[in-house]
């Protein structure tokens, strides 16, 4: 039996054809497979490159390629200038019951309360802002990062209320309480934050996460049963303030009105005494000038005449009507009514 040599030819050609569009085939899958390694990575990313699950390499901000799976697996993290949030409810209290009232008894075993160190009981919650410090640490624990933050936000929260009384983490004086223990209570306030941020690094450094607390917002508020009570003290407090600042503005003008009473009736009394000092020595002067004039018995005659006439002057100047009688000897002198001495 012959075979046909046109047969065998179109059999061979279709198998060439068939290898060839396998080889394309397997061509365009391979230059896919290649092209698939390219990864584009965002600004504040990092591209880290796995080859068969070991670390190899980090790569920053651009394209980066890498042989594809199964030989090489790139995985973008956050980088260091990224800032990521996790909100925080670890003492926060759980959803109360329905119907339950708000004035149920306080059961600190039940959770979601911290002691501060004067035995006060505070609700805490809030919001950790953190980012990426070693890539290669993180990618290792982001798995377990979120109960790491949990968990050392707790202890670090009560670590830090239980150094400070209670209005060291809430207001609970009067905004007009200026005194020294408000002042310590604010700056206590202030640095609460920053406590709780550097035991949390401190922890997360520890424990190894690649991670770095940036920062730390709280949200602290007292139970229900007790708010009430401190809203009421914060009122009474407020009121005693405002009386006292009334009663301190009325002492002040009552200490301004005394000064003033008290610098004219000293003015006054310096006044009179000067005037009396000066009448006084006046007096003096004139008996001393009456002394010295009655040295000598002519000028004491002399001096003698003198205040008689001056006596006479006053005497006459309040008499009227005055007659006169000129006769020898002796001279009579005949003074008719008067006028009353005044």
């Known amino acids: 039996m012959r075979k046909d040599p046109a047969g065998r030819r179109a059999i061979e050609q279709s198998v060439g054809l068939a290898f060839r569009f396998l080889f394309i085939g397997v061509g365009v899958l391979a230059l896919a497979w290649l092209a698939s390694g390219f990864v584009s990575v965002e600004p ?62 306080l059961d600190l075993r039940e959770g979601g309360y911290a002691l501060s160190g004067d035995g006060g009981a505070v609700h805490v919650g809030g919001v950790v802002t953190y980012h990426v410090s070693d890539v290669a640490t993180y990618l290792l624990a982001r798995e377990r990062l979120l109960p790491a933050l949990e968990r050392t936000f707790c202890a670090s929260a009560i670590a830090a209320l239980a150094g400070r009384p209670l209005d060291g983490v809430l207001a609970t004086r009067s905004a007009t309480d200026t005194g020294g223990a408000a002042a310590v209570s604010a700056a206590q306030r202030d640095g609460l934050r920053g406590d709780i941020r550097a035991q949390m690094n401190q922890r997360l450094k520890s424990l190894g996460m690649g991670i770095e607390i940036s920062r730390v917002d709280l949200t602290a508020q007292l139970p229900s049963r007790a708010k009430p009570a401190f809203d009421l003290v914060l009122a009474a407090e407020a009121e005693a303030a405002r009386v006292v600042a009334a009663a301190r503005t009325s002492a002040e003008q009552y200490r301004q009105q005394g000064e003033h009473d008290t610098v004219e009736i000293r003015q006054g009394a310096e006044a009179k005494a000067k005037e009396r000092l000066s009448e006084a020595r006046v007096v003096t ?12 018995p002519e000028r004491r005659a002399l001096m003698l005449t003198r205040i008689y006439r001056d006596r006479m002057e006053e005497i006459l100047r309040d008499v009227t009507p005055v007659t006169l ?12 009514g008067g006028a009353e001495r005044k």
């Open 44 to 105: 504040g990313s990092r591209a880290v490159v796995l080859r068969f699950g070991k670390i190899d390499r980090i790569s920053t901000t651009g394209l980066v390629w890498a042989w594809p799976r199964p030989v090489e697996e790139v995985v973008v993290l956050p980088g260091p200038e990224r800032q990521l949030t996790h909100q925080i409810n670890a003492l926060t209290l759980a959803t109360r019951p329905e119907g339950q009232p708000l004035w149920t008894a």
């Open 285 to 296: 002067d004139r008996i001393t000038a009456l002394a010295e004039e009655s040295a000598t």
């Open 325 to 336: 009688v000129d006769g020898r000897e002796p001279v009579r002198l005949i003074i008719s």
